[in-house]
């Protein structure tokens, strides 16, 4: 390289072809991971020469679309110490973390993602290459020309929670907050805690939601809308079947006053909370439950009627009445006073399987429908319709 820089006249003239100073560095970034063996700052160093990074054209990928900071960062046997140097440098001389691969991700999202790989099919080598990995995301968050928006923060401090040892998760906490400021990361990391606290009581100790809890979360900056596998914290408490109609009360409350629109956030089977809540037998199935606790369903469906605006769709329909449902002879003390009454005709909204719900009529034909394991504190559904459609 010294060579180079100093007579490019010379190798000219002699008919020598100078290979691209990319092209060499490509093919040492990617021979090491070929080789399983490491980087290191002083060759890469060495192959820029003097002229460092002016001359290449950091945009170059492998044939197979992968950008240089990629393929470093993608080399499992480099220790962390070396890798920060090597990114450090090599963002210095002017490599771009911004540069996409065939996947379209950014070299941070590619780390991310390949922890995530990681913990999922763990090897011995896991737990180095996770150390590997924590050293790459610091560096990466730490550069000027790395982009941290709300995306990435969200991103990073799930990827923190899940994967980084705690010793290690305040020093990079403390760069995200010197890069996108303490009030954006302090509520971010407190919408991981409140999934982490959902989580727990769900899966682990099968416990109910204290409202009083969601309330301090949410004062605190949680966001209902925080998400963890395709589940918003709203809907991670529609999955909880332990939590009682009172505390629920509450918490729905909490939840759809400072983010309504979370109701209507879709999970990968594409089902609105509202459609799990009213799913609370299934629920209770996969949790080993015997009898189903409807709380969910007669708390979340008045919720989303009264504090969501008209234009927000929740997936609220009317649902199919149970074999063992049944409407009282006389309404149920404090019941308040219906607005249609038997015998009249309505319209309802009702679920369309591959399409938008529909408006079907129908008459009604009972009042105060409930099933045996609705909670006797609760007067009930107002309206048993029967279709002219049959239904």
């Given amino acids: ?33 070929e080789m399983s063996e490491p980087l290191s700052k002083d060759e890469i160093q060495r192959i820029l020469g003097p002229t460092g990074g002016n001359e290449i054209d950091w945009s170059q990928t492998t044939d197979d679309g992968w950008p240089m900071l990629h393929l470093a960062v993608m080399n499992e046997r480099t220790p962390p110490d070396e ?15 911004m540069v996409t691969d065939g996947d379209g991700d950014t070299v941070l999202k590619a780390a991310l ?23 790459a995301v610091r560096t990466l968050i730490a550069c000027p020309k790395q982009v ?7 991103s990073v401090c799930g990827w923190l929670r899940h994967h980084v040892p705690e010793s290690e998760r305040q020093s990079i906490l403390g760069v995200l907050k010197n890069r996108a400021g303490a009030e954006l990361v302090d509520k971010a990391w407190c919408s991981e805690e409140l999934l982490q606290y959902l989580e727990r009581l769900a899966y682990e100790e099968r416990g109910g939601i204290d409202s009083a809890k969601i309330k301090a979360f949410i004062d605190r900056g949680a966001s ?3 998400t963890q596998n395709n ?5 991670l408490t529609v999955l909880n079947p332990y939590s009682t109609l009172e505390e629920l009360q509450q918490i729905f409350h909490l939840m759809l ?25 299934n629920i209770a199935m996969q949790h080993g439950i015997s009898v189903p606790n409807p ?6 469906m008045p919720a989303v009627a009264n504090l969501l605006p008209p234009d927000m769709d929740a997936g609220e329909v009317c649902l199919k009445v149970s074999e063992t449902g049944f409407c009282p002879t006389t309404a149920p003390p404090g019941a308040p006073t219906t607005r249609f009454l038997e015998g009249q005709r309505v319209r309802c909204r009702v679920d369309a399987p591959g399409a938008d719900p529909a408006w079907e009529e129908g008459v009604v034909i009972g009042l105060w429908y409930r099933e045996p394991c609705w909670p006797n504190g609760h007067p009930g559904a107002p309206y048993d319709v029967r279709l002219d459609i049959g239904v």
């Fill in 148 to 154: 941290i928006e709300a995306a990435e923060v969200n």
């Fill in 257 to 281: 006053s400072v983010c309504p629109e979370v109701a209507t956030v879709r999970d990968g089977f594409r089902l609105s909370p509202l459609q799990w809540a009213a799913d609370y037998t």
């Fill in 113 to 135: 993602t390949f922890t995530e790989e990681i913990a999922r099919d763990p090897d011995e080598d896991s737990e180095a290459t996770k150390a590997m990995l924590v050293a």
């Fill in 83 to 97: 890798l920060a140097k090597v990114l450090s440098f090599m963002l210095e001389q002017g490599a771009s973390p």
């Fill in 224 to 226: 209902p809308a925080a």
């Fill in 295 to 300: 709380a969910c369903l007669l708390t979340l």
């Fill in 1 to 33: 390289p010294i060579f180079r820089a100093r007579f490019p006249d010379f190798l000219s003239a002699v008919g020598i072809a100078m290979k691209p100073l990319e092209e060499e560095l490509l093919a040492y970034l990617e021979l090491q991971s």
């Fill in 231 to 235: 589940a918003t914290a709203l809907l």
